[in-house]
Structures are given as structure tokens and as C-alpha cells.
């Protein structure tokens, strides 16, 4: 599996951005997928997670970004989305795209499949 991360950029402080995450695979409708991101000096943290679509109540977010961040996918163009609103300086980090085989525990689960990320720089 192939992930390729776009969408990040500068944007002031209230602002928003959409990351995108294209993947390949044939299989990509069974496998969860998150966002993590690394800010300078500070280790990988989790940011948001999706499971596979026919599961309820499917996505997790980070406490730091719930209500401001939405995580979604569209299986039919194995893409998943990372929609950014009221953006911080402190959301400032590259931002990973990633992928579990396996449809469960996509919030503490360990990831199999990383991409090459991508910076969101977040101005006061």
C-alpha cells in the first residue's frame, strides 16, 4: 500500500485546511486509516482515526482536536480526508497519512503502512 499525502500549506491563525491522503490497494475499503503529525522537537502524536464505513460511531479524534477536525474517506476513490477548521499555531506539525490492515482498532492499533506526510504551518 502507497499513501500519498496533499493539502498542506501556511494558513493564519482561525483558518482551515484540507489534507488529502490517496492510496493504493485494492483492498483499501477493510483497512483503517489515521492521521498522526510531528511537530519540531516533539514526538509522532495520533490526530484522528477512521474504521471501515459499515462500522457505527466510526471515527476517534485526539482530545486536542475534537469539534475543530473531521476525518472522513471516500472508498470509492481510496481517499481519505482531514478536514482542519479553527486552526492554532500549535496545530503546526507534519501531518502522516497511514494505514492498519485491519479494520479494528484503529484508535491504539499499531499502523502498517506510512506516508511521506505533509507540513501545515498554522501563523498567529
Known amino acids: 500500500v502507497q499513501l500519498v499525502e496533499s493539502g498542506g500549506g501556511l494558513v493564519q491563525a482561525g483558518g482551515s485546511l484540507r489534507l488529502s491522503c490517496a492510496a493504493s490497494g485494492r483492498t483499501f475499503s477493510n483497512y483503517a486509516m489515521g492521521w498522526f503529525r510531528q511537530a519540531p522537537g516533539k514526538e509522532r502524536e495520533f490526530v484522528a482515526a477512521i474504521t471501515v464505513s459499515l462500522i457505527v460511531g466510526n471515527t476517534y479524534y485526539a482530545d486536542s482536536v475534537k469539534g475543530r477536525f473531521t476525518i472522513s474517506r471516500d472508498d470509492a476513490k481510496n481517499t481519505i480526508y482531514l478536514q482542519m477548521n479553527s486552526l492554532k499555531p500549535e496545530d503546526t506539525a507534519v501531518y502522516y497519512c497511514?494505514?492498519?490492515?485491519?479494520?479494528?482498532?484503529?484508535?491504539?492499533?499499531?499502523?502498517?503502512?506510512w506516508g511521506q506526510g505533509t507540513q501545515v504551518t498554522v501563523s498567529s
Open positions: 497511514a494505514a492498519r490492515e485491519s479494520p479494528h482498532n484503529a484508535r491504539f492499533g499499531s499502523y502498517d503502512y
